[in-house]
């Protein structure tokens, strides 16, 4: 079966703009879970979605947003973009919430660089 | 959810196996551990999940003794493409809760020829 897909790959930006990124989970899994990695501050969670709700978030600023839509499929917005958040986007999707307690399977990323 | 500690790196050579422990000292009873691998510009793998004494699968092993404050990873015979940072997580497996996974620094795996 198809695997978590993450689009697009790679993205530069200028700041003060904002960016979405898209994740497509693998069919049937409801739970879609997003995290930012830095070589600095590591793997970091950014929030989950379950059946469209969002069921936990992490300490991000409210520039970073997302949602979920029916077909599962997720997406996250940064508006007003600062050099900081250069990072690598993690899509992370699963049968269940709370990915911990079963398989989670990582999209491959987005690579977003803010000039 | 509990703090992992594990080494900052470890190097070692094709064919030989190789021993990655975490401590994990305020584990709770329905916590989990689970490991994953990561390549470089890659999401995290999974590799393997248990609760204690031994878990095997087709591509590692984890040990955990009964105090549970501590695992090991354990990969047979690694190769060069083996080279990776390999994470351990700890969390509960209460279904619905809404639990997110939290890496911590990682081990960077060398493998060398």
């Known amino acids: 079966k198809a695997g978590v897909t993450q689009t697009p790959r790679y993205l530069i930006k200028t700041r003060g703009q904002q960016v979405t990124l898209s994740c497509s989970p693998i069919s049937g899994h409801r739970s879609v879970s997003w995290y930012q990695q830095t070589p600095g501050q590591g793997l970091q969670f950014l929030f989950e979605y379950f059946s469209e709700t969002q069921r936990n978030k992490g300490n991000f600023p409210g520039r970073f947003s997302g949602r979920q839509f029916s077909n599962s499929r997720s997406e996250m917005n940064v508006s007003t973009l600062e050099l900081g958040d250069s990072a690598l986007y993690l899509c992370?999707?699963?049968?269940?919430?709370?990915?911990?307690?079963?398989?989670?399977?990582f999209g491959q990323g987005t690579r977003l660089t803010v000039v | 959810l509990a703090k992992t500690t594990q080494p900052i790196s470890m190097d070692s050579y094709e064919g030989q196996e190789v021993n990655i422990t975490c401590s994990h000292n305020?584990?709770?009873?329905?916590?989990?551990i689970t490991w994953y691998q990561q390549f470089p510009s890659q999401g995290p793998r999974f590799i393997i999940q248990g609760y204690k004494t031994k878990v095997t699968n087709e591509v590692a092993s984890l040990f955990i003794p009964a105090d549970r404050k501590s695992s090991t990873l354990s990969l047979p015979r690694v190769s060069l493409s083996d080279t990776a940072v390999y994470y351990c997580l700890v969390g509960d497996m209460g279904s619905g809760s809404a639990r997110q996974l939290t890496f911590g620094s990682g081990t960077q795996l060398t493998v060398l020829p």
């Open positions: 992370a999707s699963s049968l269940v919430p709370g990915a911990v307690n079963t398989e989670a399977f």
């Open positions: 305020n584990i709770a009873t329905n916590d989990y």
